[in-house]
């Protein structure tokens, strides 16, 4: 019996088209580097002090913020864009914005170099550290460009393999340093920036021989053009993922970043389900535009929302055993960050899939506009309440800032929907606002409930019951988007 399901299974495997395959495999390959990511958390939480842990965050964080400056975020819209474009040219296109990625971080290097004591103060980072930061910076983008034309040309296996290979690498590298040299920090840091250097070396080794450097420069003029308007956009959105560690660890200190590190990290765990729900939310929704059938979009919409509250509330009451799980009792008040952290989640599905209808439109000016407010707006509030009441704030400044970016492109969508008649009623606006109404009120539920254990377990196995009951449609719909 279970041999013929297995045949059954290998049968319908086979008979899959090679994008789904290759969908499949990228999907399993996110879950599987998630999981790699959590399974470090715990580790290197307990072989770390809460200080050596918060400065590596620090770190991460401004690696994130830099390196939209650094790259120009080269490997992300241009490279697509130059991909569908130019086709039969992958390793010219590839070597030439890989190459200008390159010459945008050593120019930058550059300017550090001119006056590195002002910028190690800025960024409360030693020299050495801020040389492998920009080591990670030239070598790092080139395993990004190769992902993204592998993911181009359906090279599931290979890509599976190697990025699967890479995080374990990653991690072992990571535990074994950290456990033998007493500089904790900087070897965990370090040593996953060798990984990233050695993989680097040779794909820029392998690029330069395919395309030869007499193609360096061809396709930057393209490249620039993509990359330097969407600039503000690529760093409002790192700022509001980014900010609140760097002002927690300026305004407060090290080990405050990292119980707040940790709980952003734990609840980020959420993403891996909505990032899945967007990359057939998208493509399903832009079908249903063209074709006329917003009937579907609106319906399948309504029903992916809730499952994203649900599963959002589960992972707000379920705040203290997680910490206890993956950290120790130094980092138990980081359950009261992850209820708004949690929250943020479920507001930044809600403005995709307001900006997945600009997007259709070619608006994406008002992607600029939106990400920048919010972006600015955390800032702000980051400042005036972390002084005012601690780094808990930070937390509740950020599901601000989400809600706000969230309304931005709500804004923005209704005017696009009066000049386009055709696609209103593609969403069900009241049903969207009562959801994210009752998704601050079980954020707030949670918080209360941390102190009655019995309620708390309660109100989950409600919670686990209702997705149970609901499983046939979710499934339904999921089928239906993926037809």
Not at 63 to 79: H, P, R
Not at 119 to 131: A, H, K, L, Y
Not at 425 to 435: A, H, M, S, T
Request: hydrophobic share 50%; net charge positive.
């Amino acid at each position: 019996m279970i041999r013929q399901k297995w045949a059954g299974i290998q049968l319908y495997y086979k008979e899959l088209s090679l994008p789904f395959k290759a969908s499949l495999w990228f999907f399993i390959c996110n879950i599987l580097q998630k999981g790699f990511s959590l399974i470090s958390t715990p580790v290197f939480v307990r072989l770390m002090s809460s200080a050596q842990y918060g400065k590596c965050m620090t770190y991460y964080s401004w690696y994130e913020l830099l390196y939209v400056f650094a790259t120009l975020n080269m490997s992300s819209v241009s490279y697509n864009n130059i991909l569908v474009k130019y086709p039969d040219d992958q390793s010219k296109t590839t070597l030439s914005l890989m190459s200008l990625s390159g010459f945008t971080t050593i120019f930058l290097f550059m300017i550090y170099i001119c006056s590195f004591g002002f910028w190690n103060q800025t960024f409360r980072i030693t020299t050495p550290m801020m040389c492998v930061m920009f080591l990670q910076f030239f070598f790092e983008p080139a395993f990004m460009f190769w992902a993204v034309r592998e993911r181009y040309s359906y090279s599931y296996k290979k890509l599976t393999a190697v990025t699967l290979s890479m995080s374990a690498l990653t991690l072992a590298a990571g535990v074994c340093s950290v456990m033998i040299f007493p500089q904790k920090y900087e070897a965990r840091v370090a040593s996953g920036v060798f990984i990233s250097v050695a993989v680097g070396i040779v794909i820029y080794a392998k690029l330069v021989k395919e395309a030869g450097l007499q193609y360096i420069t061809k396709y930057w003029k393209f490249a620039l053009k993509i990359s330097v308007p969407l600039i503000p956009h690529y760093l409002a959105m790192k700022i509001l993922n980014q900010a609140d560690r760097v002002m927690i660890s300026r305004m407060v200190g090290e080990s405050e970043t990292a119980i707040y590190s940790l709980a952003y990290t734990l609840s980020m765990i959420m993403t891996m389900l909505t990032n899945a729900i967007n990359n057939t939310l998208v493509p399903f929704t832009y079908k249903g535009i063209k074709s006329g059938d917003c009937k579907s979009v609106r319906k399948t919409v309504n029903m992916m929302i809730v499952l994203v509250l649900v599963v959002c509330s589960f992972m707000m009451l379920t705040g203290p055993e997680l910490i206890k799980i993956f950290a120790t009792k130094e980092y138990l008040d980081a359950i009261w960050i992850i209820p708004p952290i949690s929250l943020s989640v479920f507001f930044m599905f809600g403005y995709v899939i307001f900006s997945t209808v600009e997007f259709y439109y070619e608006k994406t000016s008002f992607a600029v506009a939106a990400s920048g407010m919010a972006a600015v707006t955390n800032v702000i509030l980051n400042y005036i309440f972390i002084k005012s009441y601690g780094y808990y704030a930070a937390g509740y400044t950020t599901v601000l800032g989400y809600i706000l970016l969230m309304a931005a492109h709500y804004v923005f969508f209704a005017g696009i929907v009066k000049k386009h008649p055709e696609i209103k009623g593609i969403y069900n606006i009241r049903l969207i606002f009562w959801v994210s109404a009752a998704g601050i009120g079980v954020m707030l539920l949670s918080l209360f409930l941390y102190r009655y254990i019995m309620i708390r377990y309660m109100t989950m196995v409600i919670i686990f019951a209702a997705i149970v009951c609901a499983r046939g449609k979710i499934i339904s719909l999921v089928k239906n988007m993926r037809r």
